[in-house]
């Protein structure tokens, strides 16, 4: 969804800048497992460390798994 990866965005912020920055939102609406969901949660909050607002990335479609959503932020809440 984005012609970056995560790991390049600090080098592309100010020091006190801080990012909104999201698990594709395209990973709800298959079939992609939780685990992987999870680890692109997790890549996300390692790289930015304390200078992130986990989401998913702009909304939840229509047609997305709430159920997976919810599992995520369980999980962050839990991690950080």
Not at 11 to 16: G, W
């Amino acid at each position: 969804m984005t012609n970056y990866e995560i790991e390049e965005l600090p080098e592309a912020m100010a020091p006190t800048m801080k990012a909104y920055l999201g698990v594709p939102s395209t990973f709800f609406t298959n079939q992609t497992p939780d685990d992987t969901i999870k680890l692109y949660g997790e890549r996300i909050a390692n790289t930015l460390r304390g200078r992130v607002i986990l989401n998913i990335g702009d909304i939840l479609p229509a047609a997305g798994d709430i159920y997976k959503a919810i599992e995520l932020g369980k999980w962050a809440a839990e991690r950080f």
